[in-house]
């Protein structure tokens, strides 16, 4: 717990410049609430699978949009791609793991608070009051809070730096056409197979096992948190920055 909160000291450096970031995420929420929200009937019973990208987005990589370029990851040198405010915290007397937990932390204060919100209006202007009970939902929001945790902290991992064919531009640019390609693919999948998307089986889920699906959930998310950080410390210790 000490380490997390000095953790938070470091990462207040570059959450207090962010306010702007803040501000246009939430402007961001808002435009897609009244999508998700005014849509949810017509994607329950017609099952289009735009309705499930929208949502999965702003779970998956939401977040990384609220992060102001200058503190997003730069080729610096030797083609290493990383975030310039950890190049520079390596330089100060600050432990490794403290260092790693900021990112997370980072990560966590332009995510989640924002999903919580979303979560709340959204129970109260759509639809959805009226398929799920409060526990219900409860449950409904943790599967997607802990989606958030184990698939969106990939972001925060990452700032420990890229170096090779995943540095260059085009890399990037083919990396990011691949997971797309995928996302697409699974999206096909589970529409071929069950007829319905991932919000839709999300709802079916936390309505029938509210309790266990809220306990898979949390224990994948913490059993993510902590394997990505190692994963982040490997990679930290790996890489030559200088």
Not at 4 to 14: D, G, H, N, S, T
Request: charged letters at 10%; aromatic letters at 20%.
């Amino acid at each position: 717990m000490k380490e997390w909160k000095q953790a938070y000291q470091v990462a207040k450096l570059e959450l207090t410049h962010s306010i702007k970031g803040f501000f246009f995420y939430f402007i961001f929420l808002m435009f897609i609430l009244s999508f998700l929200a005014t849509s949810l009937e017509s994607y329950i019973d017609n099952d289009f699978m735009g309705y499930d990208f929208f949502f999965i987005f702003l779970f998956f990589m939401g977040g990384f949009w609220a992060k102001p370029k200058v503190f997003q990851s730069q080729k610096q040198a030797l083609d290493v791609l990383v975030s310039p405010t950890l190049i520079m915290q390596l330089q100060l007397p600050i432990k490794q793991d403290v260092l790693i937990k900021s990112r997370f932390i980072i990560y966590f204060c332009y995510s989640l608070p924002w999903q919580v919100i979303f979560l709340i209006l959204f129970y109260y202007v759509s639809p959805i009051n009226e398929m799920l009970s409060i526990s219900a939902y409860i449950a409904f929001s943790v599967i997607w809070l802990s989606t958030a945790v184990y698939v969106g902290t990939l972001f925060p991992m990452n700032d420990a730096g890229e170096r090779g064919f995943a540095a260059t531009t085009i890399g990037t640019i083919i990396i990011a056409i691949m997971v797309l390609f995928l996302m697409f693919i699974a999206f096909l999948g589970i529409y071929f197979f069950t007829d319905h998307g991932f919000v839709y089986w999300s709802i079916v889920i936390a309505k029938k096992w509210p309790f266990l699906a809220s306990i898979l959930s949390i224990g994948l998310a913490g059993a993510a948190l902590q394997a990505h950080q190692i994963y982040m410390k490997k990679i930290m210790n790996k890489l030559d920055y200088i």
